[in-house]
């Protein structure tokens, strides 16, 4: 789907599409390409069973849907959340985001350091 859909906003030099899973990133200096990426995702992609929620999409630019919604957006003084991290939109310093275990110290995942 990323080389047949999203090629030529990959293959940029100054962006980065990720993908973890289900859930896409892209990164990039040029606001038409992630406009055509957003535009792209929200028209759906039938062949490969994409259908894109609304309500979980974030951006930090002012963005609609093709059918007009408004997607949330996320300001430049704020943290961009993405598959359990939290990127730095100033500084590009990258962490972990462990908000969902705020107020239970007992659920908080495991780890070990070998």
């Known amino acids: 789907m990323e080389k047949d859909y999203f090629q030529d906003i990959s293959s940029n030099e100054d962006t980065l599409l990720l993908r973890w899973v289900d859930d896409f990133l892209v990164i990039t200096p040029h606001i038409e390409l992630a406009k055509k990426f957003l535009q792209r995702m929200h028209?759906?992609?039938?062949?490969y069973g994409v259908l894109v929620n609304t309500e979980k999409s974030l951006v930090n630019f002012d963005a609609k849907t093709p059918d007009g919604a408004v997607v949330k957006k996320v300001g430049m003084d704020e943290k961009f959340p993405w598959c359990g991290l939290l990127?730095?939109?100033q500084m590009l310093n990258v962490q972990c985001d462990y908000s969902k275990y705020e107020g239970n110290s007992s659920s908080f995942p495991p780890f070990s350091l070998l």
């Open 43 to 47: 028209s759906g992609i039938p062949e």
């Open 87 to 89: 990127l730095d939109q």
